[in-house]
């Protein structure tokens, strides 16, 4: 049996571990807090690329537009301890973007984001991209598929690598 101060220290012990994790529930996805994600896009191509999990908004942006491999590249979207995600119309110079964080942040909340803001601008508008800030899902939408479908059903589940530059039309 453990003695009463034992105890008592590992409990101590096991209260300030806990309390010191830093975590945020995103689509029932336990996200690390310090977790940043970034889209980059290119109006000039077309192209978008994207990174997640990094340490911090200007690392996650700068990979972003090194994947996105074109020489406009712009971080368009970012996120900490969320969702971001990239809508792409019929006309390839309009985007929009959404983002959601914290508890309760979703990715259908993101992408809806994402959509209505590509709306304003252009028509056509689905949803191209959208990642959680440390990579557990991300989701690239093949831009030949119908716009009509569920975004759910148009994406693929596999796991991609921790950033990516798939092209765009």
Known sequence: MYSKPRFI????????SISTISTSRADDFVVDDNTYAAIAYSQATGRYGYAYDYRSRK?????????????DAKAVCWVNAGWCALALGDDQKCYGTGYTYGNGATHSEASRQAVF????????????????????LVFTVNSDESNT?????SVKADPVPSSGSPQSK
């Open 59 to 71: 690392s996650a942006e700068q990979a972003a537009v090194r994947n996105c491999k074109a020489d």
């Open 9 to 16: 220290l590992a409990a101590v012990i096991l209260i300030a």
């Open 149 to 153: 479908k569920q975004v759910e059903e």
């Open 117 to 136: 803001d590509c709306q304003k601008r252009t028509t056509g508008a689905h949803v191209a991209v959208f990642l959680l800030s440390d990579g557990q």
